[in-house]
């Protein structure tokens, strides 16, 4: 089946550090992946996606490349702030499962100045 | 366009109780997903309806959970005779199934039961 593999948190950085999250995935087909990034005490919202393979989706300042010969889409930026400390969740989606996510654990990022 | 909506944000009840929440999906999404996400985890799947029509269920739904869409807007999710184990947060999700099927989600109702 379907599942996604995610870094464990928590990732704690100094604000203007370099971000990366780990994200995995098994799959069967082609899949499509996507960010989803959950503030405390809030659902989640999306960051970015990408929909076919060599795909970058980026969305403010975030960005992940769909890698299928490695499996992974990764979570990269530059320059973290604090108000980028939160949840991250990589997910999936597969058209043939009604197009229904499957996510992973999440990684919680703190940012401190 | 104001989002999916869901309502009660939060919700308090005693065991044995059952809740109701409702989700008002992104206007014409014609496909609506109810997820579950307890502490530390990811959200996992609960439903999806397509329209009106419930279409999947996982396992995780078990007899004393029921979901409707009666008219394939607003949808409904009740919990009968709740347990402890049934504390978490509730997340209503809907798309277009454009390409890509991008999945918008509110911003979920917490149940705690005691």
């Known amino acids: 089946g379907n599942s996604v593999t995610q870094m464990e948190g928590p990732v704690t950085l100094s604000e203007e550090a370099f971000l990366t999250i780990n994200c995995t995935y098994t799959?069967?087909?082609?899949?499509?992946l996507f960010w989803y990034v959950q503030y405390p005490g809030e659902g989640l919202q999306l960051l970015l996606k990408?929909?076919?393979?060599?795909d970058k989706g980026s969305n403010k300042g975030f960005e992940a490349t769909y890698r299928k010969e490695t499996t992974s889409f990764h979570l990269e930026k530059g320059s973290v702030q604090v108000s980028d400390s939160a949840v991250y969740f990589c997910?999936?989606?597969?058209?043939?499962?009604?197009?229904?996510?499957?996510f992973g654990t999440g990684t919680r990022l703190q940012v401190t100045l | 366009d104001t989002g999916v909506s869901q309502n009660p944000r939060h919700k308090i009840t005693k065991r044995g109780q059952n809740v109701t929440f409702r989700c008002d999906p992104i206007?014409?999404?014609?496909?609506l997903y109810w997820y579950r996400q307890t502490l530390g985890q990811g959200p996992e799947f609960l439903t999806y309806?397509?329209?009106?029509?419930?279409?999947?269920k996982s396992r995780l739904l078990s007899d004393r959970f029921s979901a409707e869409r009666p008219k394939g807007s607003f949808s409904t999710l009740e919990i009968q005779r709740t347990e402890q184990g049934d504390s978490a947060m509730y997340l209503c999700?809907?798309?277009?199934?454009?390409?890509?099927?991008?999945?918008?989600f509110g911003e979920g109702s917490w149940l705690t039961v005691v």
């Open positions: 999700a809907s798309s277009s199934g454009d390409v890509g099927n991008t999945i918008y």
């Open positions: 799959a069967t087909g082609y899949p499509s």
């Open positions: 990408a929909t076919k393979a060599d």
């Open positions: 997910a999936l989606s597969h058209t043939g499962t009604a197009s229904k996510l499957t």
């Open positions: 206007s014409e999404h014609n496909r």
């Open positions: 309806f397509q329209n009106e029509a419930q279409l999947e």
